[in-house]
């Protein structure tokens, strides 16, 4: 019910991670990531990438622009060249969960989540992310796993809560959703508590115009 955390993780890498001409152009292309100048950006990341094909971190910050942008497909390419390189970035894998979460594509977006978690299991955002995809694909049980995972890393994710009541109403069990509903209140979250409730009560008026 709640619509994804579409933050990607960018990372400006502040160390020279080469010396040189090529440093030169990291640097320069984190600098414009940093002002919101993403055509500059792409020029100084594509030069690292033309002197060094193998520059797995330009690949890494090109996919989070284009990302950014909106622009999945051209996010994707980069993103997937990066793990050819480096199969073992969790920033990559979180990020390509979140395209394809964007994309409506869930069932993709929980395989890269999965691999994220492996790497990082302990990021309460990525689970959060994990349980609204398992909650679109209908996989209740699972939505519930990671909402918990994620309450439990990080208890003051209050969102997280409205997730978890939306997948035990999914799931079939109002009262635990309706549960949720007085917990939240009893946190002082009134206007999460009430976006739940008003939630629920949409769907069980849905349900009742059906009947008749």
Request: glycine letters at 6%; a positive charge; charged letters at 25%.
């Amino acid at each position: 019910m709640r619509k994804p955390i579409l933050v990607f993780l960018v990372v400006l890498f502040s160390f020279r991670v080469e010396a040189g001409e090529i440093a030169d152009h990291f640097e320069k292309g984190n600098y414009f990531v940093k002002i919101k100048d993403y055509d500059s950006a792409i020029k100084e990341y594509e030069e690292v990438i033309k002197l060094n094909p193998k520059h797995t971190l330009a690949y890494i910050q090109l996919g989070i622009i284009y990302a950014l942008r909106k622009d999945y497909s051209k996010a994707i390419k980069y993103y997937k060249k990066a793990l050819v390189l480096n199969p073992k970035s969790y920033l990559t894998y979180y990020n390509l969960g979140l395209i394809y979460t964007a994309k409506g594509d869930f069932s993709r977006a929980i395989t890269y989540f999965l691999a994220a978690r492996k790497l990082f299991p302990k990021s309460y955002l990525l689970n959060y992310n994990l349980g609204l995809a398992y909650t679109e694909t209908g996989n209740c049980e699972k939505a519930i796993k990671a909402f918990k995972e994620c309450l439990k890393i990080n208890p003051n994710y209050f969102k997280a809560y409205v997730g978890l009541g939306g997948a035990y109403y999914k799931k079939g069990d109002k009262a635990s959703a309706l549960k949720i509903v007085k917990k939240l209140k009893k946190l002082g979250q009134n206007a999460l508590a009430n976006a739940l409730s008003n939630w629920i009560r949409d769907k069980e008026s849905k349900k009742l115009k059906i009947k008749f």
